[in-house]
Nanobody, 123 residues
Framework: VQLQASGGGSVQAGGSLRLSCAASGRTFSSSAMGWFRQAPGKEREFVASVSRSGSGTYYADSVKDRFTISRDNAKNTVYLQMNSLKPEDTAVYYC?????????????????WGQGTLVTVSS
């Protein structure tokens, strides 16, 4: 599986961005997917996850009610709509495929990673 994230950029606080992650391979629709982020000097942290069908989602408390994860299995793509952005959302955002049989949301529970896309939010 190869993952290619895009859509990052610079935005002012309160603005919005939509990230996309295009996946190659036939296993996309059978895999839960997630987004993580890593700010300078900090560890990579979980942001959001979506189930294989797209019907189930889970969010970190810090982004709940502001971010929305979704997927389009026909396009092999997962999205992260980010609204009401804050300076503390500034980070490199990574999409990842969750490991088969895993039901947690730590870095080690995801086995394939995209290259990351930078989001910068200015105050």
């Amino acid at each position: 599986v190869q993952l290619q994230a895009s859509g990052g950029g610079s935005v002012q606080a309160g603005g919005s961005l939509r990230l996309s992650c295009a996946a190659s391979g036939r296993t996309f629709s059978s895999s839960a997917m997630g987004w993580f982020r890593q700010a300078p000097g900090k560890e990579r942290e979980f942001v959001a996850s979506v189930s294989r069908s797209g019907s189930g989602t889970y969010y970190a408390d810090s982004v709940k009610d502001r971010f929305t994860i979704s997927r389009d299995n026909a396009k092999n793509t997962v999205y992260l709509q980010m609204n009401s952005l804050k300076p503390e959302d500034t980070a490199v955002y990574y999409c990842a495929k969750r490991r088969y049989g895993s039901y947690r949301y730590t870095v080690s529970d995801f086995d394939y990673w995209g290259q990351g896309t930078l989001v910068t939010v200015s105050s």
